[in-house]
């Protein structure tokens, strides 16, 4: 299982094994549509500032 960390303003916010797995999935599947994307990703960011 990947590790993903949900931070909200700096507070780590937990995971169960279910939202892990959604999270995982959505995230990869948003990349993989992208173009230009490294076939050997070991690790992957995304922030969002509100």
Do not use: Q
């Not at 279910?18 to 992957?44: C, H, Q, R, S, Y």
């Amino acid at each position: 299982m990947p590790d993903i960390k949900l931070l909200i303003n700096g507070e780590n916010i937990p995971l169960n094994p279910i939202m892990t797995t959604i999270l995982t999935n959505i995230n990869l599947g948003f990349i993989g549509a992208l173009k230009k994307i490294p076939e050997d990703k070991v690790e992957v960011k995304i922030e969002i500032k509100l």
